[in-house]
């Protein structure tokens, strides 16, 4: 597989990409649809699903363990590792692809990202349930932008308060629902973290494969 070419601010779009503002309450989308061409998106799908040391991981899930439905790498700076549902990943060093899609997304993003997490769909049961991206070593208010290749998949946010707060009752404020589709990118800011809650449910169709690529910055190391 031949490298994955250098982006330049911008892609080969021109203009760059301009996203569209999802407007929910206490937080902040952005989606770029798409944020790479089509032919890089092709690029980078194959160059991830080849050159990636896939593993299946199992979780800790009310004191029970239980095998993850899809497939992860953890990519990062050194030291930076990050520990979720009794998960310690420790980062692999950057590829060449990765750092090109990494500084194609800062610039759309407009933050830095010192990290990764790669998560491969291999069909439609293959699935990542309800949860946030607010442990202790992201932050206050931390910066997540999910890159989507391969097919699309729906992607699933609900409000952590709604129910219990009746004026965040109301269908529009309690869940969102967004197709990301091949070459799409999604940036979540400001307090989404602490306050949504998102998910990729299973689906029974047939479905192709998909990778979804997470940056994010860790500020603190887990020991």
């Known amino acids: 597989m031949p490298p994955f070419p ?4 911008g892609s080969l779009f021109s203009p760059p990409p301009q996203p569209t503002q999802m407007a929910i309450p206490d937080g902040e989308l ?11 998106a092709d690029r980078a799908f194959n160059s991830l699903l080849t050159e990636t040391p896939w593993r299946q991981e199992s979780i800790t899930l009310f004191g029970k363990r239980y095998p993850q439905p899809r497939l992860i790498a953890w990519y990062g700076d050194p030291g930076k590792t990050y520990r979720y549902s ?4 420790h980062p692999l060093p950057w590829t060449e692809t990765l750092i090109s899609l990494k500084t194609q997304v800062e610039a759309l993003a407009a933050a830095p990202f010192n990290s990764v997490l790669l998560n491969y769909y291999r069909h439609g049961q293959d699935s990542m349930g309800w949860h946030s991206d607010d442990e202790p070593e992201l932050g206050v208010n931390p910066v997540i932008a999910s890159l989507s290749l391969g097919a699309s998949r729906r992607f ?3 409000h952590r308060f709604a129910s219990k707060n009746p004026t965040r009752s109301r269908p529009d404020r309690a869940k969102v629902e967004l197709w990301l589709s091949h070459g799409s990118l999604l940036v979540m800011a400001g307090t989404t973290q602490h306050y ?27 020991a």
């Open 156 to 158: 699933c946010l609900r």
């Open 196 to 222: 949504w809650q998102h998910a990729i449910p299973k689906t029974a169709k047939a479905i192709g494969p998909r990778l979804n690529l997470t940056f994010r910055w860790v500020q603190t190391t887990t």
């Open 86 to 89: 009794g998960l310690l990943l």
């Open 30 to 40: 952005s989606l770029y649809a798409p944020c790479l061409t089509p032919a890089e």
């Open 6 to 9: 250098p982006m330049e601010s």
